[in-house]
């Protein structure tokens, strides 16, 4: 109908007949073949527009079977020293952030691979819920904390780094947790190793 990309490109085109056989290809592109963009149907406004139909392959192809290669999915089917889990429900589990903000930061996941909060059953709603609970009264009880950050990602554009699959966010915070090493040199000061805080929370995850 209106802006038709292509019929730019092949008023630009070399093989349009501007100049037969006379140019090499790659060179610039004389003015006498430019459209003035004003002259061509539709709305201008202040943008340029980049057109990238190879991309177009990308977006056909869908985005990558993530239950293939999902980490909270792998979990559940390994020993709980080796999936990090410190606890496992009916309809979803805890275990250890392999990257975490500070010792003892907890994710809470359902089984089923779903991608956001609004596709969990009033079950495994209930579940991660009670297994944030308990998560947090845990970690109050092994390390002292002084608060929490709970939270939910939802879609990679709000952080997630898994988005495929729906986790709660555990962060148990100190009054003196922060200090300048994430600002100044992208490292973050964990005082405990993973094995040892995953052993200390499952142990009064049972009592
Ligand atoms: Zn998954």
Redesign the pocket.
């Known amino acids: 109908m209106t802006t038709d990309p292509d019929a730019v490109a092949a008023v630009s085109s070399p093989d349009s007949g501007a100049a037969p056989g006379g140019r090499e290809s790659g060179s610039a592109t004389t003015e006498a073949e430019l459209v003035d963009a004003a002259t061509l149907p539709g709305v201008p406004d202040e943008f340029q527009r980049l057109w990238t139909p190879h991309r177009m392959a990308y977006i056909s192809a869908g985005r990558e079977p ?2 293939q290669n ?1 980490p ?2 792998a979990a559940p089917d390994k020993s709980d020293e080796e999936g990090l889990i410190v606890a496992r429900g009916k309809t979803a589990y805890v275990l250890l952030n392999l990257f975490p903000y500070n010792s003892g930061h907890l994710l809470v996941c359902p089984y089923r ?1 779903i991608a956001t909060y609004d596709q969990a059953t009033d079950e495994e709603v209930a579940e991660i819920g009670a297994l944030t609970q308990r998560g947090m009264r845990v970690l109050r009880a092994v390390s002292n904390c002084d608060g929490f950050n709970l939270g939910m990602n939802q879609g990679a554009i709000a952080g997630a780094g898994v988005d ?2 729906l986790h709660q966010h555990i962060v148990p915070r100190w009054a003196s947790d922060a200090n300048f090493f994430p600002i100044i040199a992208k490292t973050k000061a964990l005082p405990q190793l993973l094995g040892d805080v995953r052993r200390t929370v499952a142990d009064a995850w049972e009592a």
Do not use: D, K, R
Request: aromatic share 12%; charged share 10%; hydrophobic share 40%.
């Open positions: 993530m239950e999902c909270f999915c691979h495929a699959h």
